[in-house]
């Protein structure tokens, strides 16, 4: 009977341990994910150009900080429609940093050798920034408002030219 209870009393505080540890396990990365509303995590990269920029350089712009991929099929397809999105809003006061995290150079700037893109890029090939916003699937993108909140998180592949993407952007502006 002692053994029994001995065992039941074990069991209990092995599950209630392991709730615990869950728990903040689950508190701490809920803690490094940006979301909607948060201020936008500081960061500086440098860009293809060799320019070092930090997210305080977008203030008073919107700043579409896209992380991506040349192996992502998904961050590929969207490639095209954020450029033209770019190229449509740049004089009103949109910025598109894309934050590529390969870690193999010469696929990143032959990516961009082969689709032309125009807007802002940058490696991230430590995924520091990355990290720093909670991003681990790719395509992700963030919304950040004059002010450095984010007010548009969007994981996955966006279609950037839809009507209502663009309105909401314009409106944004």
């Known amino acids: 009977m002692k053994n029994r209870t001995i065992d039941r009393l074990l069991i209990v505080g092995i599950l209630a341990l392991t709730a615990v540890f869950v728990g903040v396990v689950a508190n701490s990365l809920n803690d490094h994910i940006a979301k909607e509303g948060d201020t936008a995590p500081k960061f500086a990269i440098r860009t293809d150009s060799g320019r070092t920029i930090t997210a305080a350089d977008f203030g ?3 700043l579409i900080l896209n992380f991506w991929a040349t192996w992502c099929k998904p961050c590929v397809d969207e490639v095209p429609a954020l450029d033209a999105l ?14 590529s995290v390969d870690t193999d150079s010469t696929a990143y700037r032959s990516f ?11 490696r991230d090939a430590e995924k520091k920034i990355s990290s720093d916003y909670g991003t681990f699937k790719f395509p992700e993108s963030y919304l950040i408002d004059r002010s450095g909140r984010i007010v548009k998180k969007v994981v996955g592949e966006e279609n950037w030219t839809d009507e209502r993407v ?8």
């Open 166 to 173: 663009v309105n909401y952007v314009q409106s944004l502006l």
């Open 60 to 62: 008073g712009k919107l």
């Open 112 to 122: 961009l050798t082969r689709y032309r893109v125009s807007f802002l890029t940058a």
């Open 86 to 99: 770019q190229r449509r809003f740049a004089g009103q006061g949109l910025v598109v940093l894309g934050v």
